[in-house]
């Protein structure tokens, strides 16, 4: 049984520098959502995926941020000209009806530097 | 605005007692899931259970039980016998079917520790 994976699970980068963090939802899982994570803080919504199509996004999500699904099975989230304020974990969760219970990886912890 | 309270930041509970997790939250859709998410600190969110908000009965999963009071709009976790491994952060999160039915809101969690 193989739940929701990440990677990778750490990322140190430089300030102005561009990530892209990846997750591999459970396979028969049609959506796909990403939040964002900082210290002390619960989980904060960033987008959802219904199979390859992009229906929601925060306005946490920034121009900086884009995210896709393109076969509608993983998922990248990229992040442009990275900030010191991005620095947070960044989880990914998938689902499928008709519970559409959220499962979650493991995370990505990102530190800017 | 869909809101969830937690108003314990941390508890500390000696091991085999019972504990109750306090949440209340505020919805204006009348249809809603509750859920509590344990995240130990390697960083992972298990869920744990879920109470959608027409559920007559309140939702159990083996030590886990929900306490759901519609009224007062409130969805207390309580773990019987409490192990070792159940120091943690709990967060209670809410789902409106209705108005976003993609996104959870979580709470600010609550960490527990559990006492040997």
């Known amino acids: 049984d193989t739940g929701v994976s990440q990677d990778p699970r750490h990322k140190i980068t430089k300030r102005g520098q561009n990530v892209t963090f990846r997750c591999d939802p459970i396979s028969e899982h049609n959506r796909l959502y990403w939040y964002r994570q900082t210290l002390g803080q619960g989980p904060e919504f960033l987008t959802y995926f219904q199979n390859e199509a992009q229906l929601e996004k925060s306005r946490l999500l920034s121009d900086r941020f884009s995210a896709e699904r393109p076969k509608g099975s993983f998922s990248t989230l990229e992040i442009q000209r990275t900030e010191q304020g991005d620095s947070a974990m960044y989880l990914c969760a998938s689902s499928s009806s008709p519970s559409d219970t959220q499962y979650f990886g493991p995370g990505t912890r990102l530190t800017v530097l | 605005a869909q809101k969830i309270t937690q108003t314990q930041p941390g508890m500390f509970v000696q091991e085999k007692e019972a504990v109750t997790l306090d949440c209340t939250y505020d919805?204006?859709?009348?249809?809603?899931?509750l859920f509590w998410y344990k995240q130990p600190s390697s960083g992972e969110m298990i869920f744990l259970i879920y109470?959608?908000?027409?559920?007559?009965q309140n939702a159990t999963e083996g030590r886990y039980s929900l306490n759901f009071q519609k009224a007062r709009k409130s969805a207390n976790l309580v773990i019987s016998a409490s192990q070792l491994g159940d120091s943690a952060m709990y967060f209670c999160?809410?789902?409106?079917?209705?108005?976003?039915?993609?996104?959870?809101?979580f709470g600010s969690g609550t960490r527990l520790s559990i006492r040997p």
């Open positions: 109470q959608g908000s027409y559920d007559q």
């Open positions: 999160a809410m789902r409106e079917e209705y108005s976003s039915a993609s996104k959870i809101i």
């Open positions: 919805t204006s859709d009348p249809s809603y899931g």
